[in-house]
């Protein structure tokens, strides 16, 4: 049996895990108003005049306001001096003020009226007419087609240059929350590989995870989590009934939480009980892979050289350097904020080139049909002089977590 593996339960390990939150600084709000000073920035570089942000994660980054999106259309228009004008439903404004952190004008639209034409007449009071408006890439298609025929005096463009261009770099204290995050998750993944047993289900391991999380001091449990045994873990994003766990098998766990609403992301793949020889040397070939892709990780490196670091390594050892199996059938990684996905991402053919402040998973998934997938997961953010790893990476096949 590797170290670490098995050999406690559910119990003692949710004992040793101590509330690991109390000492997180929130983002202030002058951190929000350095995001909207850099926003007007690159929108009066790229002409435009406003810019939509929706209700979700580009919301709460510029402004602060926790408001999840729906049918209704939520959010607000930044113009290029600086200034907001938030559009809400009117039976929620007394709510929305509630949540509202960057100070702005509360523009009401009741159920029977258009918000789009609001939005039009918000324009029209700022005296900007038939000038260049970016939309929220988040938003979805009816509000985005809404927009465009109330509209259309106005040229309507992605806004994803100015919300990525800001949202790509993270600040500090961003980091230092995220870094948080991540030691939570490590310390609910160490516990839950000592948890495993013969028989357990994929289901108990998921439950416990999320009450490791709690105690950590996550009140709302796991962000998600993947538990996979034997071949299920081929598959990246897990099977629809999965396996017990077996004696001698491979295991993936993926998971992570939400910490003032930043979120981890890790993902830990060993053997309980005795690894094939085969296993063992993929286990090594994913472990090099992983390693090639950061030192790949450069300043200055577009994001596709290392998706093609990685699949080098992968390629001298015998398997496809293209998304062909056995290999690894998706990208390196992809940025990790407010979104567990977001830009920028380790993909093939990325000219987005690495700068400081970026934060990626690092995850060259290899996977053998028919027989085991092993993923390592870690995260690492651009300092000045290069990559810095958020977790290290896994040790040894015996020794996983590196005691």
Same mark, same amino acid.
């Given at each position: ?12 390990? *949710? ?40 209700? /979700?994660?580009?919301?709460?980054? @510029?402004?602060?306001? +926790? ?16 200034? *907001? ?10 709510? @929305?003020? %509630? ?5 702005? %004008? ?9 918000? #789009? ?34 509209? $259309? ?25 995220? $870094?948080? !995050? ?16 013969? /028989? ?10 999320? !009450? ?30 999965? $396996? ?13 939480? +939400? ?20 296993? +063992? ?15 790949? !990780? ?20 015998? *398997? ?7 290999? *690894?059938?998706?990208?390196? /990684?992809? /940025? ?43 995260? @690492? #953010? ?18 996983? @977590?590196?005691?």
């Amino acid at each position: 049996m590797a170290i670490g593996i098995g050999g406690s339960n559910a119990a003692i390990e *949710l004992e040793k895990i101590e509330n690991m939150t109390l000492d997180v600084k929130p983002i202030q709000s002058e951190e929000y108003l350095g995001r909207i000073k850099k926003a007007v920035a690159i929108m009066k570089e790229v002409k435009v005049k406003a810019t939509y942000v929706n209700a /979700g994660t580009n919301l709460y980054y @510029f402004t602060g306001t +926790k408001w999840n999106p729906s049918e209704r259309m939520v959010g607000a228009l930044l113009y290029d001096d600086g200034t *907001l004008d938030y559009i809400v439903p009117k039976f929620e404004e007394g709510t @929305f003020k %509630k949540y509202m952190e960057i100070n702005g %004008k509360i523009n009401c639209w009741e159920e029977h009226e258009s918000p #789009y034409a609001l939005m039009g007449e918000l324009l029209k009071n700022k005296n900007i007419v038939g000038e260049t408006i970016a939309l929220d890439e988040s938003a979805p298609y009816f509000l985005v087609d809404g927009v465009t025929k109330t509209n $259309q005096s106005y040229t309507i463009i992605n806004a994803l240059p100015i919300t990525s261009g800001c949202r790509m770099q993270k600040s500090a204290n961003e980091i230092a929350i995220i $870094q948080r !995050a991540k030691d939570i998750t490590m310390v609910v993944q160490r516990a839950a590989a000592k948890i495993l047993r013969p /028989g357990i289900s994929a289901n108990e391991v998921t439950s416990f995870i999320n !009450a490791a999380h709690i105690k950590a001091g996550i009140p709302s449990g796991s962000y998600f989590c993947i538990v996979l045994f034997a071949d299920d873990t081929q598959y990246p994003h897990g099977v629809s009934v999965p $396996q017990d766990l077996k004696d001698n098998g491979a295991v993936i766990i993926d998971t992570g939480c +939400k910490l003032e609403g930043y979120i981890s992301d890790i993902t830990r793949s060993y053997a309980y009980g005795t690894a094939s020889e085969e296993y +063992k040397t993929i286990w090594n070939l994913e472990k090099a892979t992983q390693h090639a892709a950061f030192v790949a !990780a450069k300043i200055g490196a577009t994001c596709g050289s290392v998706d093609d670091a990685a699949r080098k390594t992968l390629a001298e050892a015998g *398997l496809s350097s293209d998304y062909n199996l056995p290999g *690894l059938p998706h990208r390196v /990684g992809h /940025g990790t904020g407010l979104d567990i996905h977001e830009y920028p991402y380790l993909v093939r053919g990325s000219e987005i080139e690495l700068e400081e402040g970026m934060v990626v998973s690092n995850e060259p998934m290899i996977c053998i049909p028919g027989k085991f997938g092993i993923r390592h997961e870690d995260h @690492f #953010y651009m300092t000045a002089n290069g990559p810095k790893w958020f977790t290290e990476p896994m040790n040894s096949v015996d020794n996983p @977590f590196g005691y």
